[in-house]
Every structure is written in C-alpha cells, then in structure tokens.
C-alpha cells in the first residue's frame, strides 16, 4: 500500500506529505474525492484552458492568414507594377538587331526593375529558342533552384498574367526565411518572352506573427490564472457554510444536539440554516420526548415489578404448600396443584429477569468485582447442571486448555451467563454432546459453549439478543425461558467490559463465546476463542473418539 494511505501517512502534516512526491498522485486523488472547491476549481480550469487553448488557435490562424494575404497583394501590385514599368521601357528601345544593344538593354531593364520593385532578388529567363542574338538570363540573389519547375512550366505558358508560390529563401548562416516567388512573363523586342521572377521575403510579416502570437499566450495564461484564482475565492465563499453544515450535522449525528449552524444574512445559504436549526430543534424535543416516555415506561414496569413481588411471594408460598400435600388430593386437584406450582415458579422467573432488565435501563447496576477463576467456575456449572443434562441424554465435555488463574469478574453474573448458555445447549442441543471451551490470552479469558443440535438461521441469529425474541415459540420447553435470558446475559458481559458473540448453522448447532477483558486490557487484539467454530469443531460433530475432558497449566 502506497505510504501515503496508511493512517500515520494521513495524520502526518500537509507539507509533510506534499514534499514526498511519491504520494502526489494519492493525494491528489484522495483530495479530488474529498473536496468540493478543488474539483469545481480544476473542471473550471480545466475548461477554461481548452476555451483560452482553441480561441488563441483559431486567433492565430486567422491573423497568420491575414497578414499572409495583405503581404501577397502587397507584392503582386509591386511586381506588377515594376513589370509594367520595365515592359514600357523594352518596348520604347530599338536595338535593331544588335545583340550588344540587346545585352545592354537587359540589364537596364534589370536595373529598372530593381528600382521600381521593393526586392533585389531578381531573376529573367529567356522562353524562346536559341537566338544569337537575345540577350542571356539575368539573376540577381535568387537561386534558379529554389524555383520550382511546375511554377516555371506555368509562367513559361502564359495564360494568366502571374503566378505565386511559398517558398523557404536562404537567410544565411544556414538559415531560412518564408518568402514568396511572383512569376510572369516579359516580351524583349525583337527576341520574345522571357520568364520574369521577384522573390519577397516574408521574415518582417514573420515577427509580427511571433510576436502576435506570443502576446495570445501570455494573455491566455494570465486569464487562465486569474479565472482560477476567481473560481477559488467565489467557491470558498460557497462553501465554507456548507462544511460549517457537514461538521454540525455530523456532530449531531454523533449525539450532541445542541449543536447549531450559525446564521448570517437573508440570503439562501442564511435561509438553509435556519431550516437546518429548525430540523435539529425538532429532532431534540422528539428525543427528549421520547427518551421522557422510556425513563416512565422503565420506572413502570420496575414498579410493576416490585409491586408484584408482595403477593406473588404469597401466592407461591400457598402454591409451595398446596403442592407439598398433592398427594392429600384426587388426582384431578393433584395436577391443578402441580401445574400451579409449575407456573408460580416461570412468573417468578420472569418477574426476576424483569427487574434486572430495568435496573440495567436505569443505569443502577454495580458490579460485585472479585477475583475468580473461570475455568472452575465453569466446571461448578457443568457440575450443577448434569442432572438436566441426564434428562436430556447429553453429554458435556470440558476443554480447558487456560483460564484457571483468576480474573476480577462478578461471579454471581458470569455463572449466570453460562448457565443461561448451557441451559439453551442443552435444551436445543438434540441430545449431541455439547463442548464447553475455555481458554485465555494476554488480554483476556473466554468461554465458548458449542451444541451441534437445531442451529439458527442468520436471521434468527441476528434477533437472538433481543429481548422477548424466541425463535421458535412452540418449541417444547423443559426449562420454562422467558425469552430474556440472552439479553441480560448480554447487558452482564457488557458491564464487564466483555463480549457476547454467537455463531450458528441451521443443523449444525450453535457456538456463543463470552469473552471477558482481563483488568486494565481492552478487547482489540486476537481474542482467545474463536466465535466461528471453523471446520475442524464441525468435524468433531462425527468424530468416532468421545471428545476427552483436557485441561493443562493457565497461559
Ligand atoms: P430463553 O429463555 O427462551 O432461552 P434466551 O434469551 O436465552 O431465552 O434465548 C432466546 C432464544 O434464542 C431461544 O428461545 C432460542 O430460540 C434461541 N436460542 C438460544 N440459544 C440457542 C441454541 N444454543 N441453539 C438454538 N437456539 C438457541
């Protein structure tokens, strides 16, 4: 894993993590994800800079094809005209026929033509056959090859007064320079046409170009900056009251609802808070009314409870007696007896488990801490429960490998919770052996229970915490449960600072661990039963050995 995403990476100072170039992309990435400003700022550049990116193309094309136009019918009215001039001055001449007047008279028109044009590159050559008279071609400073032959076939046919072409003039040192090549023809009397070529160099047009363009860049850069800076001052604005939002809902979420939005102004974000404040209002008086009507619910059912407490012990008494002489009785009356006897004792049982689920709600439960060791607590249960086991035809099995030294606990609570557990065990355990684990680590001492008999489905699992939840109702009972076993045995191991975990398959049985913190430990690290039993304890299921009581030294 990148460093940057491990949580001392996180936690480590901004700059701290910006200098190390590595985690740039992660941070990026992870700010991309996080924050609203940056993302709005970055698509704003972004598309402001493909905006700027294409108009300073399009701007510079359009410039460059313009000054490029201007330039070329600059120099074809300048050509023009100079060839006229120089055309006016040939046909004035008489040479007749003297090849030394001819030779002169050329480079006159030469000179003419120097003069009337705006360039020096010059270049004339003669169309016609040979004649012994015609004066020879004329260059000055332009290269016979740096006109093309498809130019020179076409100014050589005539046709159109002139013709054009881009070309790359020498500059010296090696270097080149745009220009244009105007082509057209020139009649010497009494020889013919000649192909006459001015060559114009476009490197002043050039730097206007350069320069133009550099100017669209920086301005474009500069705008690109600006639009930035603009989109992150308007966007703090914006949502600075949104993360004052997402911090105070967040905070209420957590439980402190007096937590409020501060509210500026009249505008929309002031308008958002205040609905926000309302909503936050309304949801403190429903928590507040609501937790009033549990705080009565709870008083109502201890004071039920308690109130029911005074004649239920009389009732039983009289049931106790009734039920001692059934034998005085018919038969009819004997079972009536025994069958109230039998009841009194399950409304007992549940008025018990009713007040201790309302001392929990009230808060008003106080451990009794002494130090026990839960191995031998666990073999007292196992010992005080055999007789229900016998009923049941099961055998439990012991395997303590840890957990004899003692550890503070209540030992009235704990033996209570694996009594519950062992209870269920056996009562939904189908008559398989159950195994009862403990062991222990550094941190902690762990009990399992583990029956391989009906199971539950995940759903029933889910619910099996909650109070009155039985998963099956007409499930015959043998040891008469309310339905709130598991949840105080919960709210125990809770008090303890411990765990109640349960694992279960429909047929395959059930294992519930409770795992309870030594003093000072907290319950972060391995724990020293596994809540999933794994396929090695599922196989014990059909294993052909019994499964041994093993017990050996406290780790
Ligand atoms: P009860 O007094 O009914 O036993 P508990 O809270 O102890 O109440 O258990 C709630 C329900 O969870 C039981 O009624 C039973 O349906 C289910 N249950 C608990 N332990 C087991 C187990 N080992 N195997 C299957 N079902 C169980």
């Known amino acids: 894993m990148a460093p940057a995403s491990t949580p001392a990476a996180a936690s480590r100072p901004p700059v701290t993590a910006w200098r190390d170039w590595r985690a740039w992309p992660e941070s990026l990435a992870s700010l991309w994800r996080r924050s609203l400003r940056f993302r709005t700022v970055l698509i704003t550049v972004a598309l402001t800079a493909l905006a700027i990116l294409i108009a300073c193309v399009w701007m510079a094309l359009a410039i460059q094809n313009d000054l490029f136009q201007s330039r070329l019918q600059q120099v074809e009215s300048d050509s023009r005209r100079a060839t006229q001039a120089a055309q006016r001055y040939l046909d004035a001449a008489e040479p007749q026929g003297d090849a030394v007047q001819l030779q002169l008279l050329m480079k006159q028109a030469v000179r003419n033509l120097q003069q009337q044009s705006a360039t020096d590159m010059i270049a004339v050559y003669r169309i016609a056959k040979y004649s012994p008279i015609a004066p020879q071609d004329v260059t000055t400073g332009l290269e016979k090859s740096i006109i093309s032959a498809d130019l020179r076939a076409k100014v050589r046919a005539g046709g159109e007064p002139q013709w054009w072409q881009s070309v790359a003039l020498p500059a010296g040192e090696g270097q080149q320079v745009a220009g244009i090549i105007v082509g057209q023809q020139i009649t010497v009397p009494e020889v013919g046409p000649y192909e006459l070529y001015f060559a114009y160099d476009l490197g002043a047009a050039s730097q206007t170009l350069s320069f133009i363009q550099a100017t669209l860049w920086i301005v474009g850069i500069a705008l690109l900056i600006l639009i930035g800076a603009i989109a992150w001052f308007v966007l703090r604005s914006l949502t600075a009251p949104i ?111 009713l007040l201790e689920i309302s001392r929990y709600d009230a808060g008003s439960v106080q451990l009794e801490l002494e130090p026990t060791s839960l191995a031998h607590l666990a073999e007292d249960v196992i010992a005080s429960m055999s007789q229900l086991a016998e009923q049941h035809h099961t055998s439990v099995r012991l395997v303590a490998p840890g957990a004899y030294s003692p550890v503070d606990m209540d030992p009235r609570r704990i033996r209570r919770i694996v009594r519950n557990l062992l209870g269920n065990a056996i009562e939904h355990g189908e008559g398989h052996p159950i195994v009862v684990t403990v062991d222990s680590n550094q941190q902690a001492v762990a009990i399992g229970v583990r029956d391989f008999g009906l199971g539950m489905t995940p759903e029933e699992t889910d619910r099996v915490f909650d109070r009155f939840w039985r998963a099956d109702p007409s499930r015959v009972r043998t040891i008469g449960g309310t339905g709130l076993g598991l949840s105080i045995s919960l709210g125990d191991a809770r008090l303890h600072g411990g765990t109640l975990a349960v694992w279960s398959a429909p047929g395959k049985g059930s294992n519930f ?43």
């Open 513 to 555: 661990v409770l795992t309870l913190p030594r003093a000072g430990q907290r319950l972060d690290g391995a724990m020293p039963i596994p809540v999933d039993p794994g396929e090695d304890a599922l196989a014990s299921l059909g294993a052909t050995q019994p499964i041994g009581v093993t017990s050996g030294s406290d780790s």
């Open 243 to 353: 993360s004052a939002a997402a911090e105070t809902s967040a905070k209420l979420a957590a439980g402190d609802f007096g937590e409020r939005l501060p509210v500026h102004g009249e505008d929309e974000l002031a308008t958002l808070g205040r609905s926000f404040n309302a909503m936050a209002d309304s949801i403190e008086s429903q928590i507040k009314e609501l937790a009033d009507l549990s705080l009565v619910q709870q008083r109502f059912v201890s004071d039920v409870s308690h109130e029911l407490r005074t004649p239920l012990t009389t009732i039983r008494l009289a049931s106790d007696m009734l039920n001692d002489s059934r034998d005085d009785f018919d038969p009819a009356t004997a079972r009536a007896a025994e069958l109230l006897h039998a009841q009194v004792q399950r409304f007992e049982t549940l008025l018990t488990d």
